[in-house]
């Protein structure tokens, strides 16, 4: 068996997590898989610290360290969501303010592309709660609890089907998915294994 093989996963891969495992246990059978679950900031440090190999997280906002490397994977644009039942026909910013606000963890990296748009917008909120759990946001707003600002991930309307989701026409405030890993590796060839299972079953 190859030695312990540690990997950082963010929230937003757990749809696709079954799937990268069956190919890549395909592709690497004596691979022993270790999966690090946590927010951002935390998987990055692990990375930085060489507690993990490569770290799946949101595109961090300053500059990396020469040693690191990165590959975009994808982009989630940021998206108003709000229940089927109180349709959005008025501008984001009066839909924003006319209901309890479900505020994405201002303090993770994705959420701080929210903060960021309503500090832009000059929109003042009535926050209801925050929480880092976009799953939660999600089935809060369905239920009627109120708005929201969250990256519109690929199956959100799967996981609420009675939402109405308007994106957000401008790049700035995506959330970016990228790859991260060292430029010097020993386990070289088991993560270009672990890279051509996660390609094949991520949105294109």
Known sequence: RDPLWSRGLGDVYKRQLPRCITRLKQQAPDILLQITPGP????????IEQKIDVALLVEPHFALPKVLQQTLLFVEPLALIAS????????????????????????????ALAKRYLTDQQIQVDILCEIDALESIALMVEQGMGVSL?????????????????EI?????DRRITLLSHRQNAKEKI??????????????
């Open 169 to 173: 026409d401008n790049p700035i405030y």
């Open 150 to 166: 969250i990256p519109a991930w690929e199956g959100l309307h799967k996981l609420s089907p009675l939402i109405n989701i308007k």
């Open 84 to 111: 089927s039942s109180k349709a959005i026909t008025t501008t984001t910013a009066h839909a924003l303010c006319a209901q309890p606000y479900i505020q994405y963890d201002h303090l993770s990296w994705g959420g």
């Open 191 to 204: 993560m270009q294994a672990f890279d051509q299972a996660l390609s094949a079953v991520l949105p294109q």
């Open 40 to 47: 951002s900031q935390f998987i990055y440090q692990q990375l």
